[in-house]
């Protein structure tokens, strides 16, 4: 499995911005579909956002729309999460899921999980 590292994650006010980045070990990474995901403290992991494997389709939950924008350089092997308009309920361990491009949007139940960023969004 491909190996996957989450960063760019920290504290920030309300109304600011962070971007998350998931850095792969090789290119095959290239080829999956990718995800992000989100666990507060006591709740379940949520969906965040989706991309296919080239880039060409995006898919993001309700509750980031408009917010977030998630992107790939694939050339770097990288995934991005673009975050603005912060919130205190987006305060939460961020994870990244990368499977089978077959499996856009992912849904998090197979492939290669990073070990997660912490965003704290303080009001």
């Known amino acids: 499995q491909v190996q996957l590292a989450e960063s760019g994650g920290g504290l920030v006010q309300a109304g600011g911005s962070l971007t998350l980045s998931c850095a792969a070990s090789?290119?095959?990474?290239?080829?999956?579909?990718v995800g992000w995901f989100r666990q507060a403290p006591g709740k379940e992991r949520e969906f965040v956002a989706a991309?296919?494997?080239?880039?060409?389709?995006?898919l993001y939950a309700d509750s980031v729309k408009g917010r977030f924008t998630i992107s790939r350089d694939n050339a770097k092997n990288t995934v991005y999460l673009q975050m603005n308009s912060l919130k205190p309920e987006d305060t939460a361990v961020y994870f990244c899921n990368a499977d089978w491009p077959s499996n856009h949007p992912v849904t998090g139940t197979g492939g290669s999980w990073g070990q997660g960023t912490q965003v704290t969004v303080s009001s």
């Open positions: 991309i296919s494997w080239n880039g060409d389709s995006t």
């Open positions: 090789d290119r095959t990474f290239s080829s999956l579909a």
